[in-house]
């Protein structure tokens, strides 16, 4: 299984960017982007299950995923970006045992990682 992030860059406050995964290997229904900036732990951006999205609170109204299942692709559209958006954004895929219990933005549920693509936001 391999999944590869795409669509990072440095921009200004404001504007926008397209974040692209492309997993390969194998097909998950539950992925997620997660972010981390310098110093601070991974958390949650936002996450799509069987068509069903979630959000983190800091990105809500400014923030929309989707997949385009029949290109195994995950897209993160992130709009109206702030300096605070700037981190290592990294997609993951996992099974959904949230499901069972737990939480979609819990790093545990996904099994699998990319290498991250960077998004720099600048005031």
């Known amino acids: 299984v391999e999944l590869v992030e795409s669509g990072g860059g440095s921009v200004q406050t404001g504007e926008s960017l397209r974040l692209t995964c492309v997993l390969s290997?194998?097909?998950?229904?539950?992925m997620a982007w997660f972010r981390q900036a310098q110093g601070k732990r991974r958390e949650a951006v936002a996450g799509?299950?069987?068509?069903?999205?979630n959000y983190a609170d800091s990105v809500k109204g400014r923030c929309t995923i989707s997949r385009d299942n029949g290109k195994n692709t995950l897209y993160l559209e992130m709009n109206s970006l702030k300096p605070e958006d700037t981190a290592m954004y990294y997609c993951?895929?996992?099974?959904?045992?949230?499901?069972?219990?737990?939480?979609?933005?819990?790093?545990?549920?996904?099994?699998?990682w990319g290498q991250g693509t960077k998004v720099t936001v600048s005031s």
């Open positions: 993951g895929a996992g099974h959904a045992k949230f499901r069972y219990g737990g939480s979609w933005s819990s790093s545990s549920e996904y099994l699998h």
């Open positions: 290997g194998y097909t998950y229904n539950n």
């Open positions: 799509i299950y069987l068509g069903a999205q």
